[in-house]
């Protein structure tokens, strides 16, 4: 789909991130941020998505791509991100279930609402505090799975490693986000 070269891709990416943040910040808007969040509810965004899924972690265009990606996962399988943070928030011993701020009862539609509430923050919030509930929800995310595979380990090997993998990408995600609320906050966001 984007023919550009690998330079002229990055500096798009970066541009259309920027644009995108300044422009809906700028208008300040509840209806504006809504149309954005319901873009990204659905398939509106997913050319600009693609375009930004190479980018750095440490571009603003990277840590779009991350939150569009976490809201991505959640409309593909509602259920089965409800299981992951219930499992992990049973598990986890830190304040990341009070960062990330899911309501009660969790389910499929507290979880897509705390992702929208995520992707809404990054565009009429502080950037920085948008990117810790997202960290934290994702370590989260990486706990559930980590103890759902810890539970099919003798069930069955194939599941148990995709939930295995599925832990450590959403710890990766984790530790990306949370630098990205650094960079916001130092100003070295790309």
């Given at each position: 789909m984007w023919a550009a070269?690998?330079?002229?891709?990055?500096r798009i990416a970066q541009e259309t991130s920027w644009a995108l943040l300044n422009r809906v910040r700028r208008v300040a808007d509840s209806d504006v941020v809504d149309r954005v969040v319901a873009l990204a509810q659905g398939d509106g965004l997913n050319d600009i998505a693609e375009l930004w899924s190479s980018s750095s972690p440490h571009s603003l265009a990277g840590q779009l791509w991350r939150i569009y990606l976490l809201r991505r996962v959640v409309a593909h399988d509602p259920e089965g991100a409800s299981d992951l943070f219930r499992a992990g928030q049973m598990r986890t011993p830190t304040i990341d279930p009070v960062v990330a701020g899911v309501a009660e009862p969790i389910g499929p539609e507290s979880i897509a609402e705390l992702c929208d509430t995520i992707l809404r923050g990054v565009f009429a919030g502080d950037l920085a505090i948008?990117?810790?509930?997202?960290?934290?929800?994702?370590?989260?995310?990486?706990q559930g799975a980590a103890a759902l595979?810890?539970?099919?380990?003798?069930?069955?090997?194939?599941?148990?490693?995709?939930?295995?993998?599925?832990?450590?990408?959403?710890?990766?995600?984790?530790?990306?986000?949370?630098?990205?609320?650094?960079?916001?906050?130092?100003?070295?966001?790309?």
């Open positions: 070269t690998k330079p002229a891709r990055r948008a990117l810790e509930r997202a960290a934290s929800y994702c370590r989260i995310m990486a595979a810890d539970g099919r380990d003798a069930f069955s090997d194939e599941h148990a490693s995709e939930l295995t993998t599925r832990a450590l990408r959403y710890s990766t995600l984790a530790q990306e986000l949370h630098a990205g609320a650094r960079r916001w906050r130092d100003g070295t966001l790309d």
